[in-house]
């Protein structure tokens, strides 16, 4: 067989796979992709066992999505595997490099297993992407990062850079209270806790850092009125957090 006639065999062997394999992708990124949403419907349910279940058959339809990878991690998230929530924040982020919200939840991850540099290099490179449509989290999240640390003063810059952006995103106004606490300025703190509540009036655990504040700062009836409408809202449907504040109650009066 002369050269030429071998590689005009295997040139229309070639074209004939990639021919036969298009069809065929299009097709698993198709199922991959109805699995993927199918996973998301049970997370948006709360039921991560199944959300899980259905995003791992998706990836081995087609393991090249970064919104699944993404799911994947927040699955994983979930199911309390940071290490393995990080894999796939990663995975996504190489398949999609400049992907924010992969970015912000890998640090949300490494913020779970106190890795508290790496969340905070994470953050501090996403802060700065001026087309990230919700800078307000970074920011809140590089406020946690710091708090953790002890660097208070840091702690409360991005928290209040967070609230100059989204005054009346609660999570900031939390942080910022319990930085001002660390601070031992009690009543900044329990401004900075009213002020949350009266924005997310079901944000439990603020009514339990606000009977603190109160408590520091010497209007222990305050404290007790406090505690007491927490328990209301909790002692039905959180009965964790309603011992918790039965405990403190019994400390206070």
């Keep these: 067989m002369n050269k030429s006639l071998f590689f005009t065999i295997i040139s229309a062997i070639v074209m004939l ?8 992708l299009e097709v698993r990124k198709n199922q991959e992709e109805a699995s993927r949403k199918l996973g998301e419907a049970y997370m948006a349910e ?4 199944a959300a899980l279940n259905e995003l791992l058959n998706a990836q081995k339809l087609y393991d090249e ?3 699944l990878h993404m799911d994947l991690g927040l699955a994983y998230m979930g199911k309390k595997k940071a290490d393995l ?3 796939h924040f990663k995975k996504a982020i190489k398949l ?3 992907f924010a919200a992969a970015q912000n939840n890998l640090g949300t991850a490494y913020l779970t297993k106190k890795e508290w540099d790496k969340a905070i290099e994470i953050f501090s490179e996403l802060k700065e992407n001026i087309l990230y449509a919700t800078p307000h989290y970074p920011l809140t999240n590089l406020g946690w990062a710091y708090y953790n640390k002890n660097e208070y003063n840091n702690a409360e810059k991005y928290f209040k850079e967070a609230l100059k952006l989204e005054p009346e995103f609660a ?11 660390a601070q031992n300025q009690a009543e900044n703190a329990v401004t900075t806790f009213e002020k949350a509540l009266k924005t997310a009036p079901r944000f439990l655990r603020v009514y339990i850092d606000l009977a603190t504040a109160y408590q520091i700062a ?3 009836k305050k404290a007790v009125e406090t505690c007491k409408k927490a328990l209301e809202l909790t002692k039905d449907n959180h009965p964790a957090l309603a011992d918790e504040i039965n405990e403190k109650l019994k400390l206070l009066q």
């Design 17 to 24: 796979f990639f021919i036969s394999c298009g069809p065929a």
């Design 46 to 49: 709360g039921n991560l066992t």
């Design 65 to 67: 999505d970064p919104l």
């Design 85 to 87: 929530s990080i894999e």
């Design 96 to 98: 999609s490099p400049g």
């Design 171 to 181: 999570l900031a106004m939390r942080g910022l209270g319990l930085t001002y606490m």
């Design 218 to 220: 010497g209007n222990r």
